[in-house]
């Protein structure tokens, strides 16, 4: 059996998730259940990153302790990925005790390979990104160093703390960039061009305990707390299993996949990759990389104070269902993308509604009138029987290859085609359509599979209502039997206002 390992950024709980992080979720969890649904042995890994300034500041406002605060935080992440049914295996914290003890095992072991030394350092510093800028990366405004990413004045920092080699791995990362371990490539490109232009510089991976005391203690230096990135990325590996259950770390890691925004590239190319080469553990198989949501032209985010709420999108669209479809629909790698309710109604509207949920409630409808509800197979129309063939075909290599939107527009293609087949077969004139009615639920069929790990509770709906199992490999047999016992109506038009 295949196994797939699929990971997402684990998110900052300072503030609860918004559609950005909704974005990267939905996407990860679509190729999860694809894979699941293929039959793949599937590892989902999410959860939050709770420690460093940013955590230990947030706590401070409201008073309370750090660790009371990241836990009702954690709680409500889980709370908004059950509402979009994200399905994920496990939820990991930074703050459990087998990541602290992964953490710690792995910074002896570069402090015992000499790869970590104690050193000055010097730099402006964004408290919101917990990451250092230099001259080039940050922007300057009003004669004042301002981060790139929050438009916030950074910090002037000076202090003694103990740098990661990374300048060694300079060869080492350019090898790697240059295989197809980034996706899409350009990505890859990107770094290798900083890589070039500023050359590999050491990365500081402590904070003195004085000015950050949230986090995990150095093994060898209690005065210090470790870096909230080197904490966070090694997730990923006790996640798998690293140090308590090898053999299930061995299978996953063979597989795995990280979900990213372009923001933190930097950290899952750059640093990540010489981390696990420093460790002796293997890369990941793939980075995928995804480009930004946008709204009144800036990245969406808290401190830009132009976030769209995931309650708000449940609400409007009904269910989960309609705001993963939509996310699936805009998903874009390389092209960042800005909101708008327009184009989300019109997604809704027209794919969901009109042409899936249309054909649904019309295919079933005649089916429970005119047959009574029971459908057995028919002669498939010959055409839609190719546009069917065609559409798996399309849909698998897209899904393979990560590209979730494509896939989505081959589905709405055959639904398109299947639509039109019924107005000019016109079934409802005829006594016993039953090959007509067959190669409409046919169609209806396999779109449902296939759009199963994009919105999985109405396509379980519709199987449950039609009587077929959704199953990959029953997309290349035909049903002997349908038997219809409702024609839901699964999707409401929403009304423009
Ligand atoms: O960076 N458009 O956490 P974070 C698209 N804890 N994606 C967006 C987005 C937007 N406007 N806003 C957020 C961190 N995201 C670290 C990660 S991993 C070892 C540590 C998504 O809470 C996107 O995936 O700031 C981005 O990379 C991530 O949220 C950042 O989440």
């Not at 546009?387 to 075909?393: G, L, N, V, W, Y």
């Amino acid at each position: 059996m295949k196994t797939f390992y699929i990971t997402t950024p684990i998110y900052y709980p300072n503030a609860v998730p918004h559609l950005g992080h909704a974005y990267t979720t939905v996407y990860a969890d679509i190729l999860a259940r694809y894979h699941r649904l293929k039959g793949d042995e599937t590892f989902f890994l999410t959860g939050t990153d709770e420690h460093g300034l940013k955590l230990q500041r947030a706590a401070e406002k409201k008073g309370i302790h750090p660790k009371e605060f990241v836990d009702e935080m954690a709680e409500r992440y889980k709370n908004y990925w059950s509402l979009l049914d994200i399905s994920y295996d496990r939820f990991i914290r930074t703050t459990d005790p087998d990541h602290e003890e992964l953490v710690k095992w792995a910074l002896k072991k570069l402090y015992e390979k000499g790869l970590i030394y104690k050193a000055k350092y010097p730099g402006w510093y964004c408290v919101d990104c917990e990451k250092f800028y230099s001259e080039g990366e940050y922007e300057v405004i009003e004669g004042k160093p301002h981060c790139p990413i929050h438009k916030k004045p950074l910090e002037w920092l000076e202090e003694e703390t103990y740098y990661f080699k990374l300048s060694e791995f300079t060869e080492f990362l350019q090898k790697t960039l240059k295989r197809d371990i980034v996706y899409p490539r350009q990505y890859a490109q990107e770094v290798l061009g900083k890589i070039e232009k500023e050359g590999l510089l050491d990365v500081s991976l402590a904070r003195p305990k004085s000015r950050v005391w949230w986090g995990i203690p150095l093994p060898w230096d209690e005065e210090y707390t470790t870096y909230v990135w080197f904490d966070a990325l090694l997730n990923y590996v006790t996640g798998a299993g690293y140090l308590r259950d090898p053999e299930k770390f061995n299978k996953l890691w063979a597989n795995t996949h990280h979900v990213i925004g372009k923001d933190i590239l930097w950290f899952h190319t750059a640093i990540w990759f010489s981390m696990l080469e420093a460790l002796e553990i293997p890369l990941p198989r793939k980075v995928l990389v995804h480009a930004f949501l946008i709204n009144r032209g800036l990245k969406m985010g808290k401190s830009a104070g132009n976030v769209v709420f995931i309650e708000d999108l449940l609400q409007r669209y009904q269910d989960s269902d309609g705001l993963r479809y939509i996310i699936a629909r805009i998903f874009n790698l390389q092209k960042d993308i800005e909101v708008s309710t327009d184009l989300f109604d019109s997604i809704y509207n027209s794919d969901l509604a009109d042409n899936y949920g249309n054909l649904v409630r019309r295919v079933g409808t005649l089916v429970k009138r005119r047959l009574n509800g029971k459908l057995t197979a028919g002669k498939v129309d010959e055409d839609v029987q190719k546009t069917i063939e065609k559409t798996i075909e399309e849909y698998t290599a897209a899904m393979n290859s990560y590209e979730v939107s494509r896939a989505v527009e081959h589905i709405m293609d055959l639904l398109r085609r299947a639509n039109a087949y019924m107005n000019e077969s016109k079934p409802w004139e005829k006594q016993a359509p039953v090959n007509e009615l067959y190669t409409v639920m046919e169609a209806v069929r396999t779109a449902t599979i296939m759009l199963h790990p994009i919105i999985p509770k109405s396509t379980t709906r519709v199987a449950k209502a039609f009587g077929f199992q959704i199953n990959y490999n029953a997309l290349s047999t035909h049903l002997e039997e349908y038997n219809v016992t409702e024609a839901p109506i699964l999707f409401r038009k929403v009304k423009r206002t």
